[in-house]
């Protein structure tokens, strides 16, 4: 026979009384069944005042801009994510392969799946002479002072090695690579241009040795 409220009312206080913890049927740290898939519903990334996403059409699409003049050393994204094993990046859909960025052997950070929301992150291109490079392990940080109105960049292999990115690149930036791959970081002319602007793994990899290409 279950309790009136009263009842269980006065109950939980007689329990209360003797010292013992109220009995309930369901703990409260228990999620509802419905919420233990639920997925993000904000984007992982920081993203500054300083940037607006602005929609530049054709084949460049949605890009990350500075909305106001931004000195050089600036940080202006933090980018985050799921943090993810080299099998689950390879099972990623395809249009998220390319996002992801190592943190350790083996280990990436990025989305996960195309029904969280856009990260910020992914809204900035790749130049062949960027104007931002990379610090610690996530962050985004200007290299130079960038005007207003200009598309935030990074180069791609100053965070990414992933053995599946290969891309046309179509920055027309003097000295243009024309294709960018999870190889470049290994490349001796980007290593020196970009001392101390690869995320912290890459930084890593370089101080012991690999690559050389
Ligand atoms: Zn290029």
């Known amino acids: 026979m279950p309790l009136t409220r009263a009842a269980r009312s006065a109950s ?38 300083l940037l607006r996403v602005v929609d530049r059409g054709g084949n460049i699409g949605r890009s990350l801009v500075a909305a106001k003049a931004i000195r050089k050393g600036t940080l202006v994204l933090m980018m985050g994510g799921h943090i993810m094993t080299i099998e689950q990046h390879g099972r990623l859909p395809e249009p998220l392969r390319h996002y992801p960025t190592h943190v350790s052997d083996g280990l990436l950070i990025g989305r996960m799946s195309l029904g969280e929301p856009d990260e910020p992150g992914e809204f900035v291109n790749h130049s062949c002479d960027p104007n931002c490079g990379m610090q610690d392990q996530l962050s985004v940080v200007a290299r130079r002072n960038i005007r207003a109105g200009d598309p935030i960049t990074i180069d791609y292999a100053m965070c990414m090695t992933s053995a599946i990115l290969n891309l046309a690149c179509e920055c027309r930036e003097p000295g243009c690579r024309g294709r960018i791959t999870g190889d470049d970081w290994k490349r001796r002319e980007l290593q020196k241009r970009y001392k101390g602007s690869f995320v912290a793994y890459i930084e890593r990899l370089i101080a012991g040795g690999r690559g050389h290409n």
Do not use: I, M, Q
């Open 12 to 49: 939980l206080s007689t329990r209360k009384a003797r010292g013992k913890p109220p009995r309930t049927a369901t703990p409260a740290r228990v999620l509802p069944k419905r919420n233990r898939t639920a997925r993000p519903t904000r984007p992982f990334h920081w993203v500054s005042p």
